[in-house]
């Protein structure tokens, strides 16, 4: 499946291109297969190692925008929500940064 248009579900322009740089960073983006719920579906992301960054955006089913995220970074870190598409685009560019010096 290509992920970056999940599953015949709507997508709009901006959020294909997180979940396009999602997958280009190492974060394995797949589609939740538990369908619709409250008027969103989930797209997992879930980088590999006890460091990685993990966790879920969810996507409007109706308009196919990013709604906010809910994401982790580490086996024990924090679970954070990040409610703008902005916020999440950054979350991701710099656990990318973070990866690519280490």
Do not use: C
């Not at 190492?26 to 579906?41: E, F, M, N, T």
């Amino acid at each position: 499946m290509n992920i970056t248009e999940p599953g015949g579900y709507a997508t709009t322009a901006v959020t294909r291109q997180v979940i396009a740089l999602a997958g280009s960073v190492g974060l394995h983006p797949s589609l939740d297969l538990s369908g619709i719920r409250h008027g969103a579906y989930r797209v997992t992301v879930n980088a590999p190692g006890r460091d990685g960054l993990f966790g879920s955006i969810s996507i409007g089913a109706r308009t196919g925008r990013i709604l906010h995220a809910h994401l982790t970074h580490g086996n024990w870190g924090e679970e954070k929500r990040y409610g703008t598409v902005a916020e999440v685009r950054a979350i991701i560019k710099s656990w990318a940064a973070v990866q690519r010096v280490a």
